[in-house]
């Protein structure tokens, strides 16, 4: 099992940065498709950025060209790095990882969630 425990949000204002922590503890991580969604109140949880078991990222097309997905195996830390927030980056960031390691084709459209963290609050005013 895979515990996660996200950080780093904040509130700051448009054309701003934030970087994203995740922490993982519990089972290693090496190998293990790892993800950061999103989620506003009243819509849906979205994926953000994919970071497959063989560290191939993909990205979803709202943020593409602002965000930059990353593990550091020795430290079990799954990061997200958000450049030139937009109001509409607003939301819960949620790191999840999934069960099975070294599965191929794990991408924004077919990542499978077996774990989540409790997620960070990111605000970006105008």
């Known amino acids: 099992e895979v515990q996660l425990m996200e950080s780093g949000g904040g509130s700051v204002q448009a054309g701003g940065s934030l970087r994203l922590s995740c922490a993982a503890s519990g089972d290693t991580v090496n190998g293990r498709c790892m993800a950061w969604f999103r989620q506003v109140p ?56 999934e069960l099975r390691r070294f599965r191929r084709g794990c991408t924004t459209g077919t990542m499978n969630t077996e774990y989540w963290g409790q997620g960070t609050q990111v605000t970006v005013s105008s």
């Open 42 to 97: 009243g819509k849906d949880r979205e994926v953000v950025a994919v970071l497959d078991g063989f560290a191939t990222s993909t990205y979803a097309n709202p943020v593409k060209g602002r965000v930059s997905i990353g593990l550091d195996i020795p430290t079990a830390t799954l990061i997200l790095q958000i450049d030139s927030l937009m109001p509409e980056d607003t939301g819960k960031y949620y790191c999840a990882a």
